[in-house]
């Protein structure tokens, strides 16, 4: 009243590679994807690149203010 083991084949599937398409989805209607990640997120973009743009800027002025300084 045992079960015998039965052997299982494995299937493999190959596609050719004139036939396959190489991300076709994410070319897709690209404007519109871009347009809704940007006016969907403008806020969090904004509020992470404003402290990095702007200290940047102070440590360009600071430089140059120090390369001035150092002139004379």
């Known amino acids: 009243m045992g079960k015998t ?3 299982m084949r494995a299937v493999v599937y ?3 590679p ?3 398409k ?4 994410l070319w897709k ?3 519109a994807k871009l ?3 940007v006016s969907e997120n403008w806020l969090s973009a904004t509020l992470l690149l404003a402290p990095l743009i702007a200290v940047r800027m102070y440590v360009d ?3 140059e203010k120090e390369k001035l300084a150092h002139r004379y």
């Open 14 to 16: 190959a596609l050719s």
């Open 29 to 31: 209607d690209l404007p």
């Open 35 to 37: 347009h809704h990640k």
């Open 18 to 20: 004139f036939q396959q």
């Open 22 to 25: 190489v991300m076709p989805g």
């Open 5 to 7: 083991p039965v052997k």
């Open 61 to 63: 002025d600071y430089q």
